[in-house]
């Protein structure tokens, strides 16, 4: 089974900062789209952010725009969600995944491009 290693969850206060981390093997990340996702109590998992291969080009759900910014470090495998200025709405447990297509998916918010998914990183915002 392919394992996804997520790290950087945790409780904060509405304003507060928190940097995600998703480590994936060489052999599955390599050439992928990654993309983030996140599902809150009693709601369906939802996009948040995605990232092509070479980093040079993302898409970002509306209602983090501005707020999040995703990156990836190919040399060790690993792509990141910069969350700055978290609010309430954002408490929910984010999931990294490893896309189907090369490079970059040409709908990168679908669930159904994803190939394999981490088992999730608790963030919990409160005011």
């Known amino acids: 089974q392919v394992q996804l290693v997520e790290s950087g969850g945790g409780s904060v206060q509405a304003g507060d900062s928190l940097r995600l981390s998703c480590e994936a093997p060489?052999?599955?990340?390599?050439?992928?789209?990654m993309g983030w996702f996140r599902q809150a109590p009693g709601k369906e998992r939802e996009f948040v952010a995605a990232?092509?291969?070479?980093?040079?080009?993302?898409d970002y759900a509306n209602s983090i725009k501005g707020r999040f910014t995703i990156s990836r470090d190919n040399a060790k495998n690993t792509v990141y969600l910069q969350m700055n200025t978290l609010k309430p709405e954002d408490t929910a447990i984010y999931y990294c995944?490893?896309?189907?297509?090369?490079?970059?998916?040409?709908?990168?918010?679908?669930?159904?491009?994803?190939?394999?998914w981490g088992q999730g990183s608790q963030v919990t915002v409160s005011s």
């Open positions: 995944a490893v896309g189907k297509q090369w490079f970059f998916s040409p709908q990168p918010q679908a669930l159904s491009g994803y190939e394999y």
């Open positions: 060489e052999r599955t990340f390599t050439r992928r789209t």
């Open positions: 990232i092509s291969w070479g980093g040079d080009k993302t």
